[in-house]
């Protein structure tokens, strides 16, 4: 019983570590975080191989929690499945006769390493697979341990472990050679009665019921509208992740056997991996488990020496698992023999060894979480945490009410998830398309068609085809010489550079979530096509300290001046990210100067009070 209330201990205090640094809401554009945390509220289909176990458990979390935005709950659902990961963590660690210290030491490392953190404050498949590994292992421990009336239980609820495995995610093959060469060793009878084989097998075959999400949900399909071109079959079977990523990924990192043990170093420090040698002999005890255990982490090491993708680190998560036992495995031997020294030390002195050492070992990732803390944190700073929600709800009030805005997936992603977790702007129309080609095409057929058409970033050709302006945190996409921007808050008539004017200009203060920014409007006309130039806007104080800069080419570097039409105003901006909102006595400094060697063609300098002015 103290074991389970221990472990339930590890449980609350790891959770409450990670609700602690939990992100609060949207914090990433490129990557499957953002998919999961509109995918998971909707039930659209998850990218493959379809995640459906992991997607009906977090879509019930989304509906059960009463608080936070649909992207925390949806990291909420890491916390929780971290949490409970690290508590089978100590159990098996004690299932492999670790002692409590030990087991609670290495527990707590694995619990602030920083790749295991950071897959625990974010929307992520990884931790609930850490779950259901850490769970077929101690599942089949105790089946192994087992001679009586449970054995068969404990078998059967192996086979449902390896079911969820299998029904969330494909690192659960990792783990079969080895398991199955355990299965085999503690019981060869199995080879000769496959009648035992009937209830494991239904355990196994349940989970994979939840694949009936995908079909049941076609009609939603992906968010990149992939499934219905894939298939169910093709889905579930990876629809060519696998075989890119190995062989065709232009993204891919080539990584070799040294770099993956770097970064597996990296997570719990030299003393790690010099304590992990203390197991050895361990190893040579019993050699059923060290023989599980050892596979385990070789087969993980060898799919990461192929898989070329970026975020190789999360797919490491088995051999971390697996180190960390063995750094439990490591501290009990160390425990062990300092036991047989106190053992002759009278009852105060033996407690004063105790504590001592009990001590030594806690403070080791007491420290380590001390140090990293700032890097593990996601709910701070401000810009940190909320940086990625304010610009998705700047783009998306950027837009056209009826408009098309086209973008990478990730940005139009980021749009769709406000206009579902907000309702706001549901008439705006997202284009994803992550190639340029792609991307101007979906331009020119949208302006074409009549559509107010945005865009979120600089592409090539563009301004060779239509006039653009800055329109809040986006481009705003013209017919060639038709540019028809808002009129000026404070109108100008000031020719800073031959050919060129500025015609009005303003400044919004903007006070989001992550911190207070200035949006200075600037509008310029070009009498002629001018020369390429650069502004650099800058924010001055009172005594001409410079507060901020931006230095860019017109428009968000969309928009190069020597394109620009004769007679059409160009609407410009530039945004300050602040630490304070602006004095009253700041002056806005603009600087145009050639991009080549940085020679001055004008300046203009005004106070800011007028646009704060009522």
Request: charged residues 15%.
């Amino acid at each position: 019983m103290r074991r389970y209330i221990l472990a339930a201990a590890v449980y609350l205090a790891s959770l409450i570590l990670y609700l602690a640094t939990l992100a609060p809401t949207v914090v990433t554009i490129f990557d499957d975080s953002l998919e999961l945390q509109l995918a998971v509220p909707t039930l659209a289909i998850i990218h493959p191989t379809g995640y459906p176990l992991y997607e009906l458990l977090a879509w019930l979390t989304t509906r059960l929690v009463p608080f936070g935005d649909a992207a925390y709950r949806v990291n909420l659902f890491s916390a929780l499945a971290a949490a409970a990961a690290i508590m089978l963590l100590y159990l098996v660690a004690r299932r492999l006769h670790a002692s409590e210290v030990p087991a609670l030491a290495a527990t707590a490392l694995l619990a602030v390493s920083p790749v295991w953190h950071s897959q625990a404050t974010i929307a992520e498949v990884y931790t609930f697979q850490g779950a259901i590994t850490l769970f077929i292992l101690y599942a089949f421990l105790r089946w192994g341990q087992n001679n009586g009336q449970g054995k068969t239980t404990w078998l059967m609820l192996g086979a449902l472990g390896v079911g969820m495995g299998l029904a969330h995610h494909r690192l659960t093959f990792l783990i079969l050679p080895g398991l199955l060469l355990y299965v085999v060793w503690a019981d060869r009878s199995l080879l000769t009665h496959p009648r035992g084989w009937g209830k494991p097998l239904i355990a196994l075959a349940l989970p994979l019921l939840t694949y009936a999400l995908l079909p049941l949900r076609a009609h939603v399909g992906s968010l990149d509208g992939a499934y219905q071109q894939l298939g169910f079959w093709r889905w579930i079977a990876g629809g060519g992740y696998g075989a890119a990523f190995i062989f065709d990924n232009p993204f891919g990192i080539d990584r070799s056997l040294a770099d993956l043990l770097t970064l597996a170093q990296i997570q719990f420090g030299w003393l790690g991996v010099a304590v992990m040698l203390l197991s050895l002999p361990w190893w040579v005890r019993r050699p059923r488990k060290a023989t599980l255990l050892v596979l385990i982490a070789l087969a993980d090491l060898a799919f990461a020496c192929v898989y070329k993708v970026q975020d190789i680190q999360a797919f490491l998560i088995p051999l971390f698992l697996v180190m960390a036992l063995w750094i439990a495995l490591g501290l009990d031997a160390i425990w062990r023999a300092a036991s047989g020294g106190w053992q002759m030390a009278d009852g105060r002195w033996r407690m004063v060894a105790v504590v001592a050492l009990a001590g030594l070992m806690l403070i080791w990732p007491a420290r380590l979480a001390y140090t990293r803390w700032e890097e593990l944190d996601r709910s701070q700073p401000p810009l940190r945490a909320w940086g990625v929600h304010d610009y998705g709800l700047d783009m998306l009030s950027s837009a056209a009410p009826d408009g098309r805005v086209v973008g990478l997936l990730g940005e139009m992603t980021l749009i769709r998830y406000f206009q579902f977790d907000r309702g706001m702007a549901p008439g705006v129309e997202t284009a994803p398309a992550d190639e340029e080609a792609q991307r101007l095409e979906a331009i020119a057929e949208s302006i074409a068609e009549g559509r107010a058409t945005l865009t979120t970033r600089p592409l090539t050709g563009l301004p060779q085809r239509f006039s653009l302006s800055a329109m809040g945190a986006l481009i705003r996409v013209w017919p060639a010489g038709r540019a028809q921007p808002p009129a000026p808050a404070h109108p100008q008539d000031e020719a800073i550079m031959p050919g060129v004017k500025l015609v009005g200009w303003d400044a919004i203060l903007r006070q989001p979530r992550s911190g207070p920014s200035l949006r200075v409007l600037l509008w310029w006309r070009a009498d002629a096509p001018p020369i390429d130039f650069k502004v650099s806007a800058r924010l001055l104080a009172h005594d001409g300290e410079l507060i901020a800069q931006q230095d860019a080419i017109p428009v968000y570097h969309a928009y190069p001046s020597a394109l620009w039409r004769p007679g059409e105003i160009v609407l410009d901006a530039y945004n300050f990210a602040l630490s304070s909102p602006p004095d009253p006595e700041t002056t806005l400094l603009l600087i145009l100067y050639n991009p080549m060697d940085g020679s001055e063609y004008g300046r203009w300098q005004t106070p800011l009070a007028p646009a704060f002015t009522p």
